[in-house]
């Protein structure tokens, strides 16, 4: 056994073994972990803010924290360009995604959020990213006329996995059938009166079955009804932009329509005509407000179909209260549009609502300043989002310290006279007062063996102080244990 101490302690002892035995022993590390090592920071960076909301290695300065936007809107506008440089709170660098519902695909979990997979083209070349949002943009329709371009399911895994949005996702979900919102606006009608909220009349068809009506019942049944009144405008679905809108003069061309409705299987609208001098649109961004006088040049009954001049106006309070009302709409919105029709007759009239999908209309130094304000209305809300997140974290930090609190409280209450054995030292009438109230405030004290110095109280009842000496911890203790081990194994003796 000596021999063997002697023989490792010894330096040179390395050179008698046979070969392949210890050769590691200061060596680099496996091989196998190279890759990993000499991969470049930046890959490795992407692919930890890709999966996570908040920390990336891209910058050799050190950790940066990233929060990811989703825009869904079509690269007609390139969102990332107004959020360089721009950081929530000043400490989260903003990394943006943008691509259209056509490109995405998800999967939601009701407690980690929502993974996104990005599958499109960009510049000829396919591109395909996998990451986890912490905020989403919508300007787009989450449902188009085309029956494929229906993308309610996309919406209800984003508000299954409560990624927070501009709108909310149950304004979005619900501006997805245009009949739907104008049945709300209806009530405000009846909260206002028709002259501060004048809202067109409209009627609903399910279907085609009460359009399609033999020649000998058709007046009769015109007759009971009173609807619809000629000219009118039939919208087929979920008609918006100009699309699926007809304008019809008489009973013949409705009875036309109604068989198009048939093949389209779908429901139908109708509103009496408003011989137009020109349109108006009401805007809400955050709170900024605009509205627009938009007249057709082109001819067209429709002044969003063709040439058309727009010019902006000043806003007045009754066009601020509709644009207000509308707004509070399914929980409220961030971003919304009413659109209405200055008829010949003087009068204004309320068509519809846009969403947060609305288009941006005046010159382009306007358009700018729009998209200036929806990027400052984004950092907005994901700055509350980051303060919403962080408030709960002193309350955490308080939680976990309490058990500490409670044990330090504890061990000074076994010093008392209640927990250690009885001390010849005579004890005055207020010290026990005052050891009872104490006792009485804490938990009850573990049972601990004391020094029978530490037993002692003084005069005035209370405890001495408790030994401060800082006992090893657990790693120095073992520590001290393999130092003395190796000692006696390898050590010279």
Known sequence: MNFLRRRFSDPNAMGGLPNGYFSNIGAEPDSRDKPLQDAPKRDLGFFVSSFTSGVTTARPGGLIRVKTLL??????????????????RGDYEIRVEQCE?????????????????LRGYRNGQKVARTFKPDFVLVRQHARSMEVSEDWKNLIIGFQYGNIPSINSWQAIFNFMDKPWVFSQLSKFQEKHGKDKFPLVDQAFYPNHKEMTLKSGQFRAHMMQLATPKFPCVVKIGHAFGGMGKVKVTNHEDFQDIASVVAISNTYTTTETYIDPMYDLRVQKIGQIYKAFKRTSISGNWKANTGSAVVEKIALTEK??????????????????????VHGKDGKDHIIEVNDCSMTLLGENLNVEDDRKAIVELVLQRMSAKILKGSASVPASATASATPSLAG??????????????????????????????????????????????????????VPPPIDTKVTPTEEEDTFKNLKKTFANIFGDM
């Open 71 to 88: 825009v869904v809107d079509d690269q007609h506008t390139d969102w990332a360009k107004y959020f360089r440089g721009r950081k929530i």
């Open 101 to 117: 519902f056509s490109e995405l695909n998800l999967t939601a979990y009701s407690d980690t959020g929502v993974t996104v997979d």
């Open 319 to 340: 066009m601020k209260c509709w644009v207000d009302e509308c707004a509070s709409l399914f929980g409220g919105m961030d971003i919304c549009a009413v659109e209405a």
């Open 408 to 461: 330090s409280t504890s061990a000074s209450a076994s010093h008392t006279p209640n927990s250690t054995p009885k001390s010849t030292t005579p004890t005055s009438t207020t010290g026990r007062q005052q050891q009872g109230s104490f006792s009485s405030q804490t938990s009850t004290p573990t049972k601990m063996s004391t020094p029978t110095s530490n037993a002692t109280t003084t005069a005035t009842g």
